[in-house]
């Protein structure tokens, strides 16, 4: 296989998540150290159709998205925590950010692959478990649900 191709090997994945309002005036952006939940799930409708015996009518249902989960070693930015503060106990319930995570190109700063996250709104929001006796890293997480999810290959 020629120099330089992927196909084959084992890439570590290093990625950017970025979440700004629609003005683009940016929240946070950064390294995480993981992020799940990026899916999308079709729900088909069955149709039977008088006259054929032999299965039904298959048609395209609603598509739905689980949660995302942002999670990342704790530090003394509170740039997430002000998010979900901000959408929960100060009642700003509309206040949604859009979100892009970019896979970037292994050795460079290039994205390979972007996920675009629609109108995202935080859900949970969990602090690490504080033990004197642990050796890992603190994480926080963040929980955000959203209105739709797009793939860009090759940006």
């Not at 930015?77 to 901000?86: G, I, R, Y």
């Not at 206040?95 to 390979?112: D, H």
């Not at 109108?119 to 504080?130: E, Q, V």
């Amino acid at each position: 296989m020629a120099e330089g191709t992927f196909a084959g090997e084992f890439i570590p994945f290093r990625f950017r998540v970025t979440l700004s309002d629609d003005g683009g005036a940016l929240l946070c952006q950064g390294a995480f150290s993981e992020v799940t939940g990026l899916e999308a799930t079709m729900t088909p409708k069955a149709i039977k159709v008088g006259g054929n015996n032999w299965g039904e009518l298959q048609l395209s249902g609603p598509t739905s998205f689980p949660p995302i989960i942002l999670k990342r070693g704790i530090t003394q930015v509170a740039d997430l925590w002000t998010w979900f503060d901000l959408t929960t106990r100060q009642a700003n319930y509309a206040l949604r950010y859009e979100g892009v995570i970019e896979v970037l190109k292994p050795g460079e700063n290039s994205p390979l692959l972007r996920w675009r996250i629609h109108r995202a709104l935080p859900t949970k929001f969990k602090g690490s478990d504080l033990s004197a006796t642990a050796n890992q890293v603190a994480l926080e997480e963040l929980h955000l649900v959203h209105e739709g999810l797009e793939l860009e290959r090759n940006p």
